[in-house]
Antibody
Framework: EVKLVESGGGLVQPGGSLRLSCAASGFTLSSNSMNWVRQAPGKGLEWLAYISNRGSLTFYADSVKGRFTISRDDAKNSLYLQMNSLRVEDTAIYYC????????????WGQGSLVTVSS | DIQMTQFPSTLSASVGDRVTITCRASQGISRWLAWYQQKPGKAPKLLISKASTLESGVPSRFSGNGSETEFTLSITALQPDDFATYYCQQYNNYMWTFGQGTKVDIK
């Protein structure tokens, strides 16, 4: 069974940093691209970042470019999102989502990790 | 960047109704479009990919149509379990984009 489990969320002050992890199981992580998507309270879905199956290609939404970094460690079956210079508007549930090697979504998402940015 | 405009934002319907949600892309995306259903507190669930391909286990009352810039999701004979929020998503390139969502609630 494919499983994605996010961790690392919590309360952080504006300007602070946080690293989210996404533990993958039930499939070969190295064969898939991966994404981070977030959802602010009561709002819609916002795609944030993409990393290719070999980690050589990354893309970011303008809203997080220069502040967030997506990375992967296939040996640890893990995906990461390093979030720096956090803002109040970054408060959201953060999901990792699996994609095929060519990019389309597979439909597998984690349960989400809540990040709250507040003083 | 490709923008997705989804409407209506809210749709009130009754059990048994047929409902249609529309999604427009700011540029042609062929048929690289997915539809998701999301319920409160849960991750989105993929219903349809490639504009009209039903995912395994999704009831046949759901159907998708369209290409390039105009897409629709239809639900025939709405069931109690279908009251939820629906999102379209383009994946024409590596940078996904979602529509704003349509909440289907009980009339």
């Amino acid at each position: 069974e494919v499983k994605l489990v996010e961790s690392g969320g919590g309360l952080v002050q504006p300007g602070g940093s946080l690293r989210l992890s996404c533990a993958a199981s039930g499939f070969t992580l190295s064969s898939n691209s991966m994404n981070w998507v977030r959802q602010a309270p009561g709002k819609g879905l916002e795609w944030l970042a993409y990393i290719s199956n070999r980690g050589s290609l990354t893309f970011y939404a303008d809203s997080v470019k220069g502040r967030f970094t997506i990375s992967r460690d296939d040996a640890k079956n893990s995906l990461y999102l390093q979030m720096n210079s956090l803002r109040v508007e970054d408060t959201a549930i953060y999901y990792c989502a699996r994609g095929y090697a060519s990019g389309p979504p597979t439909g597998h998402w984690g349960q989400g990790s809540l990040v709250t940015v507040s003083s | 960047d490709i923008q997705m405009t989804q409407f209506p934002s809210t749709l009130s319907a009754s059990v048994g109704d047929r409902v249609t949600i529309t999604c427009r892309a700011s540029q042609g995306i062929s048929r690289w479009l997915a539809w998701y259903q999301q319920k409160p507190g849960k991750a989105p669930k993929l219903l349809i990919s490639k504009a009209s391909t039903l995912e395994s286990g999704v009831p046949s009352r759901f159907s998708g149509n369209g290409s390039e810039t105009e897409f629709t999701l239809s639900i025939t004979a709405l069931q109690p379990d279908d009251f939820a929020t629906y999102y379209c998503q383009q994946y024409n390139n590596y940078m996904w984009t979602f529509g704003q969502g349509t909440k289907v609630d009980i009339k």
